[in-house]
């Protein structure tokens, strides 16, 4: 057997057992999507294995109107984008100063934040919930304070090691011309690590949008449920509506696979910061 | 440098403040609370009552004998479930990764494919798994009828029925979690420089050789970080298995679900001993294996991280 076709054949080989794991990956979203656009009925007789050659937005209405949905959705953007934004205002002013700036105990104070991400606290959310309750802040105001810690220690790290590696030159102009250190801070170094701030962005909003321990503890009234317990509730009410239930998923997964396609290299990065960490 | 005033030290305080505020709200002081709380009753409602060790007791000792109790089975199922994922997981994130590592064609393709199911939430996965597994009655859900329209009815199971129900929770968990050790692996086995492969070639190694002398040795460090995130992550995983079976009636109970209905059902105190139980024993578990890593670096020479 000549050299070419050995590789030809382990190539194959290779390509059959990576394909039939993609498969894996890509068929139950496929279906997803394909049971979300049939009716109960049709679902019934083939249990989804066939291409629906019509589509019906009926389930999708049902589940945004009166599976409420629209609030679900609109919820989760809420919480996610407010605790995006909070984090990365209070994370990169505390990452500017931990490099930047000198105060005494700044080492220790550093360190507490990283032993915050060494340590696991499996119960951690069992002493915020009764914290949150002791304060009469069971509601959104407290769930978004509780978010934002959990992004905080990670999220000052990655800024930190960022700016540590970043020339002091620029920040001696701006300073020069005139800059306090709030404005450096602004004008100057946030644009300077905006590439660590995206990977901070992308894994923040994951981590709040898919989170659901906390919000399942919090959030017992619809109006303030975001979309994974919204999910929950609404796939133990409807157990036997597979169209609705599908339909329900794909509103929830859709804008995270859209965005993941649209920006992969964020999202792995994101989602591998904290094992570079450890 | 210009000498700074107190005032200046004060204004470079002030940048650190807001999130050195709300770190020690949110943790700092929940991480002393939760001893406090292991130790007393407390409803929320009602104000707390010291009880000493009770809710240690409950925890640890309540069953007869005392490993039967709800939370050692719980910790079981954890254990069990971590297993698979250190083994039947992780060595298919390493064979997809080498795979992926030598093909030419759909590189990226693999690659984004894989990562899908990491990026998606726990809750979305459990749910979906549940519509293509769910046999009741036995022969209806879909993974079912796929079988009975190719032929194969036999393979037809009620795959959440009680027999198979942890396994299948494993086996989900590990499908979903595959994705974010192959990545790693990946980065891992790129960062292998190119000119050490050659170099074996021309000493004459063969292909087994220089997997075992090269690739695995200078993995090592990799290998030992996916073994640590892979237990401390799945030792705490619960909203997966939640959405996926709900428990199962204790069947693929794991802690953090006991955990989780306690502090709903407002038994603060007892939800905090076993929260406490549990972070000890990770803690020990990411100590010894802190441990067992810096050997095996020393072992196989690899000094930096």
């Known amino acids: 057997m000549s050299y070419q076709t050995k590789k030809f054949i382990v190539s194959i080989f290779l390509h059959t057992f990576l394909l039939s794991v993609a498969l894996s990956c890509i068929f139950p979203f496929l279906w997803m999507v394909n049971v979300s656009f049939k009716t109960q009925e049709q679902f019934d007789t083939d249990y989804g294995l066939e291409v629906s050659r019509t589509i019906n937005w009926e389930s999708y209405k049902t589940v945004l109107i009166e599976g409420q949905f629209w609030r679900f959705f609109l919820n989760s953007v809420f919480y996610t984008f407010i605790t995006v934004v909070a984090i990365v205002i209070i994370s990169s002013l505390a990452a500017y100063g931990f490099s930047r700036l000198d ?58 090691t960022f700016f540590d590696q970043l020339p002091r030159d620029l920040e001696d102009a701006a300073r020069i011309d005139g800059c306090n250190k709030l404005q450096i801070w602004w004008n100057v170094g946030l644009p300077l690590v905006s590439p660590a701030l995206a990977v901070v962005i992308i894994f923040n909003a994951l981590t709040v949008w898919n989170e659901f321990v906390f919000a399942a503890l919090i959030f017992t009234d619809d109006k303030f449920m975001p979309l994974q317990v919204g999910l929950m509730q609404f796939s133990e009410r409807m157990v036997t509506q597979h169209t609705l239930i599908m339909a329900a998923l794909t509103i929830a997964a859709f804008p995270i696979i859209l965005l993941y396609l649209k920006m992969q290299k964020q999202f792995v990065k994101g989602l591998t910061a904290g094992a570079v960490v450890g | 440098m210009i000498q700074e005033t107190f005032k200046d030290k004060l204004v470079n305080f002030s940048f650190v403040f807001p999130a050195f505020l709300i770190f020690s709200i949110f943790y700092i002081y929940p991480f002393f609370y939760i001893f406090i709380l292991s130790f007393q009753e407390y409803d929320l409602i009602s104000s707390p009552v010291f009880v000493g060790l009770q809710n240690f007791r409950e925890v640890l000792f309540s069953g007869t004998p005392w490993w039967d109790s709800m939370w050692w089975n719980s910790v079981r199922n954890g254990v069990f479930i971590t297993f698979c994922a250190l083994t039947f997981q992780n060595f298919l994130a390493f064979a997809l990764a080498l795979a992926v590592d030598r093909v030419v064609r759909l590189n990226r393709f693999y690659r984004v494919v894989f990562f899908l199911l990491p990026v998606l939430s726990e809750v979305i996965i459990g749910l979906l798994m549940k519509q293509l597994l769910a046999g009741e009655p036995i022969g209806r859900g879909v993974l079912n009828q796929i079988f009975n329209n190719i032929g194969l009815s036999g393979f037809t199971h009620n795959w959440l029925g009680t027999n198979s129900v942890l396994f299948v929770t494993a086996l989900v968990h590990c499908w979903k979690g595959f994705g974010w050790a192959f990545i790693i692996f990946l980065a891992g086995l790129q960062s292998i420089p190119e000119q050490l492969y050659e170099a074996a070639r021309i000493d004459g190694a063969s292909a087994y050789q220089s997997f075992s002398k090269i690739t695995i040795p200078l993995l090592m460090p990799v290998l030992t970080l996916i073994i640590v995130l892979t237990m401390l992550g799945t030792m705490q995983t619960f909203a997966m298995i939640f959405a996926l079976t709900g428990g199962a009636g204790g069947l693929t109970e794991v802690p953090v679900m006991l955990i989780f209905n306690h502090i709903k059902s407002n038994q603060a105190g007892l939800a905090c001993a076993e929260g406490v139980v549990l972070g000890i024993m990770l803690v020990f578990v990411s100590f010894l294996m802190f441990f067992v890593s810096k050997k095996i670096r020393e072992k196989y020479g690899v000094l930096s991280n």
């Open chain 1, 103 to 160: 105060f005494p105990g700044k080492k220790y104070i550093f360190y507490t934040f990283l032993a915050a991400m060494m340590i696991p606290l499996p119960a951690g959310f069992v002493p915020v919930y009764v914290l949150l309750n002791k304060l009469g802040m069971i509601n959104r105001g407290g769930y978004i304070l509780a978010m934002t810690n959990m992004g905080l220690s990670l999220s000052i790290y990655l800024l930190k």
